[in-house]
């Protein structure tokens, strides 16, 4: 009964996730719903010492970085530089090469610490020109955007800034650079098997003759090739925020040491705050490059995102609240369920699973899949098991760092089912239905699974990490 009633949360969580209902108010509702059902007394408790206890502390740990990524995001479309980095890369491939053209863009912004969300947006106008011009369907455009900005860029090359690579490091005391040759490897594996699947499907399309299509809705407004920025410039923020993480990696510990302490100057009893750096430095670091990279923005193009940034801060800081607060309340929800009976389990069932590695991977990416989110599927695995996967590593003799990216490209696994929130704005944002595309964007998704797997075989064969 106790297993049916976790079971029970986990799918609701998932069906009002899926009808499109909030996630900040329903991971609460089902949580508790299942420790009334569990031990009625222990509600409120649960709530408080808890939910509420580790929805804030991922708040705390990843607010900023959510918050500097959605203001880099604006400033670079506010800018136009994003506009140029497209028309630039277009320009290079020609239009014969339209799908890649449109996979390369995506992963040059998500890679230079652009949202996803951004990217969808600033993308979509491009990809739908290019399509019309080299009559491939419309309805492949979101398979093609899910490619470039939902798997390469996401989880799996080494340094990427997003939240998806910088979540394990706060578990694993590693930092965003973690077994750089897997990801590179399963990046090759996923654009290699990604773009195959594509370009079959274009070429499937072409041979019986289907065109664009007609009666499409959401169709932008044609691309108006005005004066560009210099794409040098315009790239160049992207750029300074990998190259200063890098850096930035590397200093923060030596600058630091393992911790630091100070007093506070409070009345009344003064107790000193002690900062791990182990566990925070990954973050410091992405948070450095990215405030660099709005500061280059502003260097090179200041005057023209000074006249539009009132307004455009406000959607990106509302945006940054949003996607924060999600996936805390997903933390929090998967905090209250790992602590109830039913998850035990869950857990041995996935403990029975004898390689470690293939155990976290299942794990993570069933996770993520039930919940919708990459981020708040690979938070509630990694709150309920990290001390279990670290056990397992210390006993295998695996470096944390490979356990950091099979976690992370687990993630980006499975997350992308029908009620994922990235599949359903892609979607409407193209003006397409899940009828149209959806085929396509899974296809992306059981390739990126895949690909975890590959790593992992690669790992034992070769011992490369």
């Not at 990046?187 to 290699?192: K, S």
């Not at 100057?265 to 990954?282: D, E, F, H, L, Y």
């Not at 309340?329 to 004898?354: H, K, T």
Request: net charge neutral; hydrophobic share 55%.
């Amino acid at each position: 009964m106790d297993f049916v009633i976790v079971l029970a949360a986990l799918c609701f969580l998932m069906f009002v996730a899926y009808r499109g209902y909030s996630v900040i108010l329903f991971a609460p509702v089902a949580a508790l719903g299942a420790v009334l059902l569990t031990d009625p007394g222990m509600v409120a408790p649960m709530f408080t010492g808890l939910f509420m206890d580790k929805m804030v502390g991922f708040v705390k740990n990843y607010f900023p970085v959510f918050l500097l990524g959605a203001v880099f995001g604006k400033v670079i479309e506010l800018s136009g530089f994003s506009k140029s980095i497209v028309a630039s890369v277009i320009n290079l491939l020609g239009p014969q090469r339209a799908m890649l053209s449109i996979v390369l863009v995506c992963a040059i912004l998500t890679y230079g610490g652009v949202s996803l969300f951004v990217v969808v947006f600033a993308v979509y106008p491009f990809a739908a020109e290019m399509f019309k011009a080299s009559r491939i369907p419309k309805r492949l455009i979101p398979g093609t955007i899910a490619l470039g900005a939902f798997t390469i860029t996401m989880d799996a090359l080494p340094g990427t800034p997003q939240i998806q690579n910088i979540i394990p490091t706060t578990f694993f005391k590693t930092t965003t650079w973690a077994a750089p040759w897997l990801g590179v490897i399963g990046a090759v594996f996923i654009m290699t098997c990604g773009m195959a699947y594509l370009e079959w499907m274009r070429r499937r399309a072409l041979a019986a003759n289907e065109g664009y299509g007609t009666d499409l809705l959401n169709e932008p407004v044609a691309f108006e090739h005005e004066n560009l920025a210099n794409p040098w410039i315009a790239i160049l923020p992207l750029v300074m925020v990998g190259v200063v993480n890098k850096v930035f990696t590397n200093i923060i510990p030596d600058l630091y040491g393992k911790e630091v302490s100070f007093l506070p100057a409070v009345i009344g009893t003064v107790k000193p705050v002690v900062q791990s750096i182990s566990s925070i430095a990954a973050i410091w670091a992405v948070e450095g490059a990215l405030l660099v990279g709005i500061l280059t923005v502003f260097i090179f193009a200041g005057k023209t995102v000074l006249s539009k940034f009132a307004e455009g801060s406000k959607s990106a800081v509302a945006g940054a609240l949003l996607a924060s607060i999600n996936t805390a309340s997903e933390y929090g929800f998967g905090a209250v369920i790992a602590a109830l009976p039913g998850f035990l389990v869950i857990a041995n069932a996935l403990g029975a699973i004898p390689n470690p590695l293939i155990n976290e991977a299942i794990t993570v990416t069933s996770l993520a899949g039930i919940t919708g989110s990459a981020s708040g599927g690979m938070s509630i695995a990694l709150a309920a098991m990290s001390e279990t996967f670290i056990a397992n590593a210390h006993a295998a003799g695996i470096p944390l760092e490979v356990f950091h990216r099979v976690a992370a490209m687990a993630s980006g696994g499975m997350d992308t089912l029908p009620h994922n929130g990235a599949v359903i704005t892609l979607l409407a944002v193209t003006g397409l239905t899940h009828k149209q595309s959806y085929k396509d964007i899974f296809a992306i998704t059981i390739i990126k699974t895949m690909a975890v797997f590959v790593i992992i075989a690669v790992y034992y064969a070769t011992g490369i990490v």
